[in-house]
């Protein structure tokens, strides 16, 4: 009974992290377009299923200990699923808990490597951003300090196209 629950939670695990991944994927188009309110949306959604996700794993987590000592263990091991697949016999369970375990693992590297592209979308779309101030603003780093009108020599030359000191 106990090895049921916990493999339904891990599917319903693996569940939330598929939504997460399409989420991911969503965020990316969104990135891509500019879509700044959609990409807010998604943050909440995203947050939404990250709440859905630590209760999830709470839940795994009792589960985990209820099989334990279903078979005997009376400490609270913190074991993987590999090494607790060891104390399942039933051929057929065990082959549950290791197809889930697989699928739920294949989808959190995927989660992972959509996380890490947006990361570096955003990162770009930012390195974008401050390229694009410098050319209307100019540089930050030039000076802005008051210089009598007849000081020539002392002039500020900003390169960009608008005076933001205006």
């Known amino acids: 009974m106990a090895l049921t629950k916990l493999i339904e939670l891990l599917e319903r695990l693996d569940e939330a992290h598929q939504q997460m ?3 991911a994927a969503t965020k990316k188009e969104a990135i891509m377009d500019n879509k700044v309110e959609g ?3 998604i943050l ?3 947050s939404k299923l990250m709440k859905l996700t630590r209760q999830l794993e709470e839940q795994r987590a009792e589960a985990a200990y209820a099989f334990l000592q279903g078979v005997g263990i009376r400490s609270n091991l913190n074991l993987n699923l590999t090494e ?3 104390l399942v016999f039933d051929p057929d369970d065990k082959s549950r808990l290791l197809h889930v375990q697989l699928k739920l693992s294949d989808t959190l590297k995927s989660l992972k ?3 890490e592209l947006n990361q570096k979308l955003i990162e770009q779309s930012l390195t974008f951003i401050d390229y ?3 050319l209307l603003v100019g540089r930050p780093n ?3 300090t008051y210089h009598h009108p007849s000081d020539k020599g002392a002039a500020v030359n900003r390169s960009g196209l608008f005076d933001a000191r205006g």
């Open 142 to 144: 030039q000076d802005i």
């Open 113 to 115: 490597q959509a996380n």
């Open 39 to 41: 990409i807010i949306e």
């Open 132 to 134: 694009t101030l410098d």
């Open 84 to 86: 607790l697949s060891r």
């Open 21 to 23: 991944l399409d989420l």
């Open 44 to 46: 909440n959604r995203e």
